[in-house]
């Protein structure tokens, strides 16, 4: 590919805008890194470049002419591949039909598998020699292995632009290093590759020149032929350090907390690499942020604390009770009440009643009687309602024709019935509009002034400055730094999620 161009990409959905004004260039077979904080766009950029999404608008040049991508098939023919950081590979299916899937041969009006297998050995040896059998099924791959299968799939379709997600969220540093050297072969070959990556010193590493995006726009570039490979060369875009114009958000009033009693309190929990050493404790009515470049463990400290995801070790104390949250139903007995990440997979029943959706945890508590008082259960459902202002505010209204900010409101508002001695919200406001996201954080404080606390994951950095007292960052599984209101900052949460020092 001797360029490519992207100017002015632009997307919504359903209402958040997700790009404003995304663009990049450059000429020759090079290595772009592509940086940027949540919610900046890199993967949405990456997905409308291979035709899994549609953009809004803007325009796509390779070689100088448009190129229509309306199709993953159409960026194929132009020979632009995705390695996704959320697998595309089928569990039930062998490695080497999931990297042959798709772009099978035909031994005249059979397929050719032998050549499948001795392709997808091929690849595989080059990129990892020996250790992945190409028999072996997907869901009995480790998860590094996985991604590696992922690439290899990428590879065998011999991209002009090969566009890699977060590949080395992973793996091992050893399988970074044999992935860097296939890199640096497919650009000496020819290939172009944009690099999406939260670790900078892969990106300085490995990077011709990095493109960074902000809040869904370009930002800036760095072109390591012409500077230093230095990290500090870049946060500055990542951040918008320095501009006129950077956003200031408005804050909720400091608390103090001396003297008020420990809440919750998890020590040295442990979840494979997800999950490693976690400890801290949060006060009763204090609210906890858990920040973090997305996939650093937050959702699994959020899944662990609400019982849904086994701890291999440690423990967690509730008002100084060790508790064994072992089933999210235990967790419930417990107070502590999760809203999970997903609403319609894992927090709603789309084509049951807000009635239903509302009423359905009490089945789980040991002191509602067998016999239901449905005209209290009606009371209740009712009071529901009128608490997060639900539109419709009808009960018998089917959830799945609810628009996506009162779906919320019901996962949310079907715990207010209980006073929540702990509420963990995974992500809560993302993809709702903004009258619902300032209705459930109403709630949130109102439910903090109660003596709820609340653990807070957020992929904005604006909804953790917003409202959260304390914020702890993750990243690879560890709480790396905790922030107190005091340093709680877009700056501050951005450089520690990148690893980058911060000055306090």
């Known amino acids: 590919m001797k360029s490519f161009k992207a100017v002015g990409i632009q997307k919504r959905f359903e209402g958040v805008v ?16 592509l940086v940027g904080a949540n919610g900046s766009g890199k993967t949405t950029f990456a997905r409308i470049c291979c035709g899994l999404i549609p953009r809004d608008a803007g325009e796509l040049f390779i070689d100088g002419s448009p190129a ?16 996704h950081q959320n697998l595309s590979l089928i569990p039930d299916l062998t490695v080497w039909e999931n990297i042959k899937l798709g772009h099978e041969k035909k031994k005249r009006i059979f397929l050719d598998n032998d ?34 299968v992922e690439i290899a799939k990428a590879l065998s379709q011999k991209p002009q632009l090969l566009i890699l997600d977060e590949p080395t969220a992973a793996l091992e540093y050893f399988h970074v290093e044999q992935l860097f050297k296939k890199v640096f072969e497919l650009r000496d070959s020819g290939t172009s590759i944009i690099f999406i990556s939260h670790r900078l010193w892969e990106i300085t590493r ?40 950077k956003i200031s958000f408005a804050r909720k009033m400091k608390k103090d907390y001396s003297g008020v009693p420990v809440c919750l309190e998890a020590a040295n929990l442990n979840y494979g690499k997800k999950l490693q050493n976690i400890n801290f404790s949060a006060k009763k009515g204090e609210v906890i942020g858990i920040a973090g470049l997305n996939g650093q463990g937050q959702e699994e400290l959020i899944m662990a604390l609400a019982g849904a995801i086994p701890i291999k070790s440690g423990s967690i104390k509730i008002e100084d009770k060790k508790v064994h949250l072992s089933h ?55 009071d529901i309602i009128a608490q997060v202002e639900l539109n419709p505010p009808d009960r018998s209204m089917m959830v799945l024709n609810l628009s996506g900010g009162n779906q ?8 207010l019935q209980f006073k929540p001695r702990v509420l963990l919200l995974n992500d809560p406001a993302k993809g709702i509009d903004i009258q619902a996201k ?67």
Request: charged share 25%.
């Open 18 to 33: 997700a790009l404003k004004n995304a663009s990049i260039q450059f000429d020759g077979a090079k290595i772009c890194g």
């Open 68 to 83: 229509h991508i309306t199709s993953p098939f159409d960026a194929n023919d132009l020979g632009i591949v995705l390695a």
């Open 115 to 148: 050549s499948a297998r001795e392709e997808a050995e091929s690849i595989l040896e080059e990129l990892v020699p020996g250790e992945i059998s190409i028999e072996k099924r997907i869901e009995d791959l480790s998860p590094a292995h996985k991604q590696l």
């Open 206 to 245: 490995l990077c011709d020149l990095v493109f960074a995006f902000r809040n869904g726009e370009y930002a800036g570039t760095v072109d390591f032929s012409e500077s230093s490979r230095d990290e500090s060369l870049i946060v500055p875009l990542v951040t918008g350090e320095g501009r006129a114009d």
């Open 328 to 382: 999210p139903g235990k967790a419930i007995r417990e107070g502590v009440y999760l809203v999970p990440g997903d609403r319609l997979v894992d927090g709603l029943f789309p084509s049951h009643s807000v009635f239903n959706n509302s009423v359905f945890p009490r089945f789980t508590l040991k002191s509602d009687k067998s016999v239901l008082n449905f005209n209290k259960l009606n009371s209740i459902t009712d």
């Open 408 to 415: 919320q409101k019901v996962v949310f508002g079907r715990w």
């Open 438 to 504: 300032d209705s459930l954080y109403k709630l949130v404080h109102e439910l903090s002034e109660a003596g709820t606390t609340v653990v807070l994951y957020a992929s904005s950095n604006e909804e953790l400055i917003n409202h959260c007292d304390r914020v702890f960052v993750m990243f690879e599984g560890r709480i790396v730094e905790e922030f107190g209101y005091e340093t709680i900052s877009d700056d501050n949460l951005v450089k520690s999620s990148l690893r980058v020092e911060v000055e306090t």
